[in-house]
Each structure stands twice: as structure tokens, then as C-alpha cells.
């Protein structure tokens, strides 16, 4: 009987083939390394483009360009230029031209350069110097422009003829990608995302994410971004408005361009795992998905083809199946770290990435596979299983079709088309195979043909299994699971015990099990049966399952599941974005219990001028149970203050998140001739019942007469008048001058946008405003020379982190000597931040090197090493990362007995140990 099925995991349904696929092979054609590698560290090289013509990319040297003829022998240049200097960013073209943005390190500079895509011309053949470019974020060409992303925080649209600049936009911190969608240039910044229109620089939107945004991604005319705390919007680029938003379990997204297919967003974490969002639904899908990796970027998709590439050079490509299972069509590696994204060659049939030694690597794309998964014995012939897949975005039916050693056409049969992509299992009957050594199997979709596989057959009729041995049931356990989380436990059966309803009963101390509902099963069939598993709480946790035929048990089977807390806080924002001094303000948190069953928390709000009412405690809840809870703080500094929240359990800081920046505004002076409310007084005039006009003027020239003292006892000269601050001089970015007939340089118009400039200060506010500045300076100074007696504890990272502050605190006391208040406002602001930080910095050393921090660190190495053979510090995220490789030095010494080795920045198991 013919079946359909989602490809599952790999499961020998009958005898199994010797040297089946149950891995399938390495699918790299070909790698070569580039002249002057390797790459320089911390940089990626730019994506290889396919264009119609062929793929530009970064070839045979490190500091050229080619476009490139590739095939599955290797790649033939139709053109090369040498630019002298290392290509940076991604690619842009319009067409007629591709657009390099490069780099050199003496001196330290960054060139665009305009290229010809039929014969490799050069217009500009020195380029355009920019200095301050940014180096890892996307150029894009659109409206005859390039813009190109500063380090200064600005865009600049440089004119695609003649290279001059036209337009220039500042943005709210610098920016982290940008792409052309709908005719607009969409950048994302530290503070969301702006629409541009790329021929005249006018700024046409903002779009305020609420934090920090990481990943961005379109489908159709919508755009897509991903935040820190893992919040996703659903943005229209033609007016800025949301189209949706859903909350992801608060896992920290990698970055990249965020990939969609039918109809699905997909965020990939930190954590191997891959969330699925409607794209215009914006339901979340209640089950992750696992990779086997820990990706280095988010994944590319190709009809449906997942690629994806890990931090240690794995690469696997995998159908995304929306149903839950991604089985892997193609597992490799490659020589070294990825150092780019996967580009395509124009037809598809191609992938080609770089990695950091400098390698250029092909892989054959698996866009339409074969595989044998077993067969059976049939009389003369035998029931061949196998796998279809098809990425061809087509809906043309395939032809799966079975050969002999000589050519001859055993067998051939039609199966399902694939509009969407994807893989299915079938069965074909081969007559006459068992009169050869081996069988060939293709399958054909419209035009194309995919590879040979061979199926080897032994010789004469291969033996049934036996009725009761061997292993008739086996586990598949996701990597890693969060505690409150759902996630899934796979059983594969044979049913070697008769034919009959197959049911599968799960149990475990501290996992809570869903049992799936019984199948009907012939003697000999397989079967995956899922199971819905939830963590009640951290470490590994032991499952047993029965497998039973008609309600008798007839074999049990155990394993375990190994779970970690995750993120405690889902969402964090204050109730207003300003509030007045002594005023309170509320902080409205979303808590989902990833800890432990009947977990109790406690929420801190930090100092940042917010001092906390009264203390906050949830609790206890079950694992996975959210609430909502709200934490008040009275505003005690007037400036921009960021609220933090942390969540504390058992005595320990186990997460914590920042509200954004609220602004605390002074209170203002009621209007002339009016007293002020009971209760309450204007700053600066105590109110001592006299009337308000009497002691209004009376402030006033008091406030005048220590004003004219202050400027007086200052050397004598006249105090600067007060201004609004600018940006400081300094020699602007060298631009080559345009060639001859070039229309002159633009000014920035509208899309010239300023952010940031403050109000003057007054001259009647200089005493008091310069008294409280010193006094919070003041403040700052004793908390760091408070710091800085802590040297001698050989703390990593502190003596740098002591420097920046002290860095801060020096500007603002020059700023204060030279009276210029403004700057020295801001200057202080940022002076008691670092400090904050530098306080938090502190109190995570104390908790993880001498409090119960330690407890939670040394559990993730452990599982890392359990379940990978290694711990690479960046996954100890609840570490500074300062003092992630002194955490894997402690472990290591607190672990002798084990045999473990300390290589470079991570922890590995050395064989044998």
C-alpha cells in the first residue's frame, strides 16, 4: 500500500541496507583557499552574489573581486580586479554595476568602489575614501544611490554615477542592518527602524522597538524584526505602522536576516533552537524546533531548504518542515569558523560560504535527493522505501525510477508533486531485484534529475527479523530543553510482538508527559510515536517508557532529558517614558516560571535613580505558569535613568532586563501670581508661607547676585554664553572629488536629521545645576576609588572597566572647570552609569566566583561537556564575558579527577577521559 508521510527521524522500516544513508554524505564539491588569508579576525566577508551573469565574490585573493563561473569542478574568473585592500560589508549592485565597500588597516580607512558587471571596469578607480564606514553592516543601492552606514551613528547616500555625496541621515545609535524593501531604505538601529527614501535622504518614518533590536528579515512587503527580548514585529515599510507582534519564550536570537517560508517567520537563538511565528498570523508555534549546531548566524532558506551554518564550522542542510521535524538532508563541515552568510550560485544549485582561514567552499544543494531507507524481500523483488526531496519551488509531479547495473529500467512510478518543498516517504516494488548485487534509484521533477544513490542488495533472499530480539524501540531526546517549556520525546517502534494497537506511556521524576494516542500497527511496521514532555525543573531527568500492545506491556525502554532554567522575565517596560521628579514610576513585568516547579521570586528594581517602594515578590508558581507583576520606584534624579529589574530566587540573581530609558523632568514653577498647591514648592525657593510673588522675586536675586559672584571668582571674564551642543569640530571624511560635469555635492535637507540636542541652560540655574553636578560627581569618584581597592583580587576585566569610568569622570570635571554645563550634564549622566554597570560587573563576579552563582555556572558546564564534549565560553551567558574564561579555569581546577583540557577560550573532554 502506498503512503505519504512527513519524512521523520531515521527509522530501517524493514531489513536495513548495508551502508544506508542513515547519515547523509558530505555534499562539499570542492574547497579552495584565497590568496592572503586568512581573514582578518572579527571580520565576515562579503556574501557571494549571484547575479545573471554569474557570482561576484571575493576571489582567488582576499583583497579581489571577481565574477565568477562556477561549477561542481571549481570556479573560472570571467573578470578579476585587485583592489589592494580587503572587501567588507555585502555586496550591492544595480544591475549595470556592483558596489564594494573595502577596508585597509594602514591607514586605518574605508573605500567604496563601483565595478562593471560585464567586463570588470571601474569608473572611480581610486573609489570613495570613507573614513568612518562601518564595516559589517549591509550597503544597499536604491533611487541611483548607495547608502552607506557610518560609524558616526549617520547614513550617507553616495550618488551610484559619480560617487559624491548627496544626502546624509542620523540615526538614534548606529545601524545594524539595512535593506531595500518597496522602494524604502529600512535601517535598523539601536533604537528600532526608519524608512528612508533612498534618492533624497528624507527620513519617511520611525518605528520604536522598545529594545534593542537584533535581527531583521522581510516576506513580501512586509518587514520583519526580532529584538533582545526576543519580541518580533510585523512592520509596513511604506508608512512605518505595525502589522503585529508576538513574544517568543526570551531566548537571546543570533543575528542575521531573520529567514521566512510558507508563511512562517523563523528565529533562531543561541540556544540551537528555531521558533516559528505566522508571518501574518503572528500565532507562536508551541514547540521549537533543534538544530544540531549552535548557529553562528541565522539560516538561509531555499525553498524550504534550511541552511545553516555553526559556530564551529558544522554545516547542515535541513527540510523545514513545518510540522516539528527537520531532518537532515546534507550534514558537513567546514576547514574553519564561518566568516560569511551562504550565497547561491544563479541557478541554485550551489552554495558557497567563506570561513575564517581564509577558504572559499562549495556545496552541492540538495534541491532535488533520493534516498533508500530499506527494503523487503518480496517473492523475486523486494519493497524498496524510500525519501523524495524536492526544493524546486514547481508543481510538476515527480518520477521516481529504479535501474539495474546496466541501465535497464527496473521499475518506475509517479509520486506527489512538491508545490512547497519538502520531503515525503514512499514505497516502490522492484521485480526481478534480487537478481543483482546492487540497484540504482533517481527521482525526476519536471526537467531536472536528481543524482544516482545505490542500493546494495545481498545476495538471495535477506532474513526476516526475528519475532522477539533485538531492539524493537528506541529513544530520540531533543539536545537540550528549558524548564517549563514543552518539548518533545520521539519512541520508535517495531512492532515484532503481532498485529495490534500500539500505545506509549511515559513517566519521569520531575517531567511532566502528555501520552499520545495508540496506532494501529501490522507485524514488522514502524512507526515514530511523539510525546508532548515538559521540564518541571533543572539537571537531567529520567524517563521511562512502556510500550504497549492492546493495553499489555510488552517492552520498556529509559532515557533522560537534560533541562536548563531559561530567561525568567518575558517582557519589561515602564508605564510612562517621563515622569516628574519625586514622582513614581511603575514598571509593568511579564514573569514565566523557567526555573523550577513552585518557584518563589523576588523583584529588585536597581538604583538608576529609581529607588524602589517596596519589595515585590510572585510566587510560588508552576513551571511554565506566567503572571503579571508590577514594581514601583520614586524618581530621585532628575536626568535620563534606565530602571533595571532583576528577579531573584533561592538568594540569587538568576536573570534581569532593562526598561529603556525614562527622562525625570524637574517639577515646574506654578505661573506668576499663583501659590503653589499645598504640600508642594518650586526647586530651589524653600516655602516658608510668605507670599509667592514675594519670595519668587527674592529668589530671583538671589539666584542673580550668586550667578555674578560665580562668574566674578572664575578669573574674572565673562562666562560663555549658553549654547545648545554640537557636534565637535574636527576634519570631515575626505570625499574624492566627483569627475568633471558631476552635478555638485547636495546639502542634506529633511532627511538631514539631528537627534539628541538639549535646551540651553539659563543663567539663573547655573549655582544650583553646578552644585548638584558635583555633588553626584563627587558620589561617582568615591564609589570608584571604592572599586579600584579591589585590584589586588586579580578580578578579569576590572582594571579596562576602572579606565572607562575613569575616562568619564575625567571629561566631566573638565567640563565642569570650563563651566559648560550641558556637557557636563551629560558627561555626568554617563559617568554614573558606567559606574552602575561597573557595580553590577562586581556584584556578578561576587555571586558567580564567591556567592550561589557558582552552583548554576558550574551545572551548565557540565551539561555543555556531557552533551557536546566541550564548553565554549560564549555560551556562559550569565557570565561577564571578561570572566568567562576564569570560570573555565576554576572549573578545570575544581575538576581534576576529569580529564580536561583548556583550549583557547573553551573547555573540551580530551579523549579517553
Known amino acids: 500500500m502506498r503512503r505519504a508521510v512527513a519524512l521523520l527521524a531515521a527509522i530501517s522500516v524493514m531489513a536495513p541496507i548495508p551502508g544506508a544513508l542513515s547519515t547523509p554524505q558530505e555534499g562539499r564539491l570542492w574547497s579552495v583557499k584565497l590568496e592572503r588569508a586568512p581573514v582578518p579576525k ?124 548627496k544626502w546624509s541621515v542620523r540615526l538614534s545609535g548606529t545601524a545594524k542592518d539595512m535593506m531595500l524593501v518597496s522602494g524604502i531604505l529600512v535601517v535598523m538601529d539601536g533604537a528600532g527602524v526608519v524608512g528612508i527614501d533612498p534618492g533624497t535622504g528624507a527620513v519617511l518614518w520611525k518605528f520604536d522597538s522598545g529594545d534593542e533590536p537584533v535581527a531583521m528579515g522581510r516576506y513580501g512587503t512586509a518587514v520583519y524584526v526580532v529584538t533582545e527580548g526576543s519580541t518580533l514585529y510585523g512592520i509596513d515599510p511604506t508608512s512605518g505602522n505595525k502589522l503585529g507582534e508576538a513574544q517568543l519564550p526570551r531566548e537571546p536570537p543570533v543575528p542575521g536576516r531573520i529567514p521566512v517560508w510558507a508563511d512562517a517567520v523563523l528565529v533562531a537563538t543561541q540556544r540551537a533552537k528555531i521558533f516559528a511565528v505566522g508571518a501574518r498570523s503572528y500565532d507562536v508555534s508551541s514547540l521549537p524546533r533543534y538544530l544540531d549546531l549552535l548557529p553562528a548566524r541565522q539560516p538561509s ?69 533520493v534516498y533508500p531507507r530499506g527494503f523487503e524481500v518480496q517473492g523475486d523483488g523486494i519493497q524498496l522505501d524510500f525519501v523524495a526531496c524536492a526544493f524546486l519551488s514547481t508543481s510538476s509531479p515527480g518520477v521516481i525510477t529504479v535501474t539495474s547495473p546496466l541501465g535497464d529500467v527496473l521499475a518506475q512510478e509517479d509520486f506527489l508533486s512538491f508545490a512547497d518543498g519538502g520531503c515525503m516517504e514512499d514505497l516502490i ?68 510482538w503481532g498485529e495490534g494497537e500500539i500505545s506509549v506511556s511515559a ?50 525502554i529509559g532515557g533522560s532529558l537534560r533541562a536548563a532554567a531559561g530567561s525568567i522575565i518575558d517582557r519589561l517596560s515602564p508605564a510612562s517614558e517621563e515622569v516628574t521628579l519625586g514622582d513614581v514610576l511603575s514598571l509593568r513585568v511579564t514573569l514565566t516560571n523557567r526555573y523550577r516547579d513552585g518557584a518563589t521570586f523576588t523583584l529588585r528594581l536597581g538604583d538608576g535613580g529609581l529607588s524602589q517602594l517596596a519589595p515585590v515578590t510572585v510566587g510560588p508558581l508552576r513551571a511554565g505558569e506566567s503572571v503579571n507583576a ?93 549654547r545648545t551642543p554640537t557636534a565637535p569640530a574636527g576634519p570631515a571624511a575626505p570625499i574624492r572629488p566627483p569627475p568633471p560635469g558631476a552635478p555638485p555635492e547636495e546639502t542634506a535637507g529633511e532627511g538631514a536629521v539631528e537627534v539628541g540636542a538639549s535646551a540651553p541652560v539659563s543663567e539663573a540655574e547655573v549655582e544650583p545645576l553646578e552644585e548638584s553636578l558635583s555633588r553626584r560627581l563627587r558620589a561617582v569618584r568615591s564609589d570608584l576609588e571604592a572599586a579600584r581597592g579591589r585590584l589586588s583580587e586579580g578580578i578579569p576585566g576590572l582594571e579596562g572597566r576602572l579606565r572607562e569610568v575613569a575616562k568619564v569622570v575625567s571629561e566631566a570635571e573638565v567640563a565642569l572647570g570650563l563651566g559648560d554645563l550641558e556637557h557636563a550634564g551629560e558627561s555626568v549622566r554617563r559617568a554614573e552609569e558606567a559606574m552602575d554597570s561597573l557595580r553590577g560587573f562586581l556584584d556578578q563576579y561576587d555571586n558567580v566566583f564567591r556567592g550561589p552563582g557558582w552552583s548554576q555556572v558550574e551545572r551548565r558546564i557540565t551539561t555543555m561537556l556531557k552533551v557536546w564534549g566541550r564548553a565554549p565560553a560564549t555560551m556562559l551567558t550569565m557570565v561577564p564575558p571578561e570572566m568567562r574564561l576564569a570560570a573555565l579555569q576554576r572549573y578545570l581546577e575544581s575538576h581534576r579527577d576529569a580529564n580536561l583540557e583548556l583550549r583557547g577560550d573553551e573547555l573540551r573532554l580530551v579523549e579517553g577521559g
Open 429 to 496: 516494488y522492484v521485480p526481478g531485484a534480487t537478481a543483482y548485487d546492487r540497484i540504482y534509484l533517481s527521482a525526476s521533477v519536471g526537467a531536472r534529475t536528481s543524482p544516482e544513490e545505490e542500493v546494495q542488495l545481498a545476495v538471495g533472499p535477506l532474513p526476516q527479523p526475528p519475532a522477539a530480539a533485538g531492539s524493537p524501540a528506541n529513544l530520540v531526546i531533543p539536545p537540550g530543553a528549558v524548564v517549563g517549556e514543552p518539548t518533545w520525546i520521539g519512541v520508535n517502534v517495531t512492532n515484532v
Open 630 to 722: 508590577t514594581v514601583e520606584g520614586v524618581a530621585s534624579a532628575q536626568g535620563v535613568v534606565k530602571p533595571v529589574v532583576s528577579v531573584l530566587a533561592d538568594g540569587s540573581v538568576i536573570d534581569s532586563a532593562e526598561a529603556g530609558e525614562v527622562r525625570v523632568v524637574s517639577l515646574p514653577p506654578p505661573p506668576p501670581g499663583r501659590a503653589p498647591p499645598q504640600g508642594q514648592q518650586p526647586s530651589g525657593v524653600p516655602w516658608i508661607g510668605i507670599p509667592w510673588e514675594t519670595a519668587a522675586a527674592a529668589a530671583a536675586v538671589v539666584m542673580v547676585g550668586a550667578a555674578v559672584y560665580l562668574l566674578g571668582r572664575r578669573g574674572g571674564g565673562a562666562r560663555p554664553a549658553p
Open 301 to 369: 532558506l531555499v525553498n524550504g531548504l534550511l541552511l545553516a551554518a555553526g559556530k564551529f564550522g558544522e554545516v547542515y542542510f535541513m527540510d523545514w518542515n513545518p510540522r516539528g521535524v527537520m531532518p537532515t538532508l546534507l550534514e558537513s563541515s567546514l576547514p574553519d569558523a564561518p566568516a560569511s552568510d551562504f550565497g547561491l550560485t544563479p541557478d541554485g544549485e550551489i552554495a558557497l560560504i567563506y570561513s575564517a582561514d581564509g577558504s572559499l567552499t562549495a556545496f552541492r544543494v540538495p534541491l532535488l535527493q
Open 507 to 556: 513517566s519521569g521524576e520531575g517531567i511532566s508527559v502528555f501520552n499520545a494516542s495508540p496506532v494501529h500497527l501490522g507485524p514488522n511496521s514502524s512507526t515514530l510515536i511523539r510525546l508532548e514532555a515538559t521540564p518541571l525543573r533543572q539537571g537531567e531527568l529520567k524517563v521511562n517508557v512502556s510500550i504497549l500492545l492492546d493495553g499489555v506491556e510488552v517492552y520498556s
Open 42 to 165: 572579527g571580520f565576515t566577508l562579503p556574501t557571494p552574489m549571484p547575479l545573471a551573469q554569474g557570482v561576484v565574490a571575493v576571489y582567488p585573493s582576499i583583497t579581489s573581486v571577481s565574477l565568477l563561473d562556477v561549477g561542481e569542478g571549481g570556479a573560472s574568473p570571467l573578470w578579476t580586479v585587485d583592489l589592494g585592500r580587503v572587501p567588507v560589508s555585502q555586496f550591492t549592485s544595480s544591475g549595470e554595476f556592483v558596489y564594494v565597500l573595502t577596508w585597509a588597516r594602514k591607514p586605518w580607512s574605508t573605500r567604496l568602489y563601483a565595478i562593471r558587471v560585464s567586463d570588470g571596469a571601474m569608473p572611480w578607480p581610486d573609489g570613495v575614501e570613507l573614513d568612518t564606514a562601518l564595516r559589517d553592516v549591509p550597503i544597499v543601492y536604491g533611487g541611483g544611490v548607495v547608502a552607506v552606514p557610518m560609524e558616526s551613528g549617520e547614513v550617507w547616500g553616495i550618488g551610484a554615477e559619480y560617487g559624491n555625496k
